[in-house]
């Protein structure tokens, strides 16, 4: 099967923990995103990867960093959370070049007590 | 950057009837523009998308409209049922040809 896959689908957490995301596609794409929705479901670009090297980092606090090991994976770990990190945290992918569509796992939803 | 309004925020419609969601975007130069659905407790599912030199395109029941005039792109649901409740969402590409701007969402509720 083709797709986008994140791991886990829920973390429940305390503040000051850290935790990790992961983010999969087997899409053939070489470039990846991490976007954020949150709890009015308002989706905003975090972070975007293209072969392994960072292209867009939007205003995101500095606890969030993003890492890729090849072009098919990027995770997302973020120390010490906060109570507003709570939210999904959707990764995406397509093909620099290709088309412009872009192709979103089922996300990774965070709550932080 | 972008800033893509969406409205409305929510659509109630009985099933069979038409449903429209219509976004406004800023950036006169936006060259992609895209429709996504997203089922309670899932990811986005790309719908359809165009390119900013295509007014209309209908595919399986939906039709998405582009007036860059107006900077306003439109979906259309022709014939909803209830299998079409979902939340929708409009993106269009920011000018870095990378980054999807996206509205705030449409609720929809088909009612049988």
């Known amino acids: 099967e083709t797709a986008v896959f994140q791991t886990p689908n829920y973390h429940v957490t305390q503040v000051g923990n850290e935790v990790s995301f992961n983010c999969k596609q087997t899409?053939?794409?070489?470039?990846m995103y991490w976007y954020k929705q949150d709890s009015k479901k308002l989706l905003k670009i975090m972070f975007s990867?293209?072969?392994?090297?960072?292209?867009v980092n939007e205003t995101v606090p500095r606890r969030f960093s993003p890492q890729s090991s090849d072009k098919a994976h990027l995770n997302l770990r973020i120390k010490s959370v906060e109570p507003e990190d709570s939210a999904v945290y959707l990764c995406?992918?397509?093909?620099?070049?290709?088309?412009?569509?872009?192709?979103f796992g089922p996300g990774t939803r965070l709550t932080v007590l | 950057g972008e800033q893509v309004e969406q409205r409305p925020p929510h659509l109630s419609v009985r099933e069979g009837d038409s449903a429209i969601i219509i976004c406004t975007y800023t950036?006169?130069?936006?060259?992609?523009f895209s429709w996504y659905k997203q089922e309670a407790g899932a990811g986005l599912q790309l719908l359809m998308s165009?390119?900013?030199?295509?007014d209309r395109k209908e595919e399986q029941g939906l039709t998405v409209l582009l007036n860059k005039k107006d900077k306003r792109l439109s979906l259309n649901l022709t014939a909803a049922h209830p299998g079409d409740s979902a939340v929708y969402f409009c993106a269009v590409l920011g000018s870095n040809y990378n980054v999807l701007y996206f509205g705030s969402g449409t609720k929809l509720t088909v009612e049988p």
């Open positions: 990867y293209n072969n392994k090297q960072l292209i």
């Open positions: 165009v390119l900013s030199n295509v």
């Open positions: 995406a992918s397509r093909h620099w070049g290709g088309s412009f569509e872009q192709y």
């Open positions: 950036d006169s130069a936006t060259a992609y």
């Open positions: 899409l053939g794409h070489d470039t």
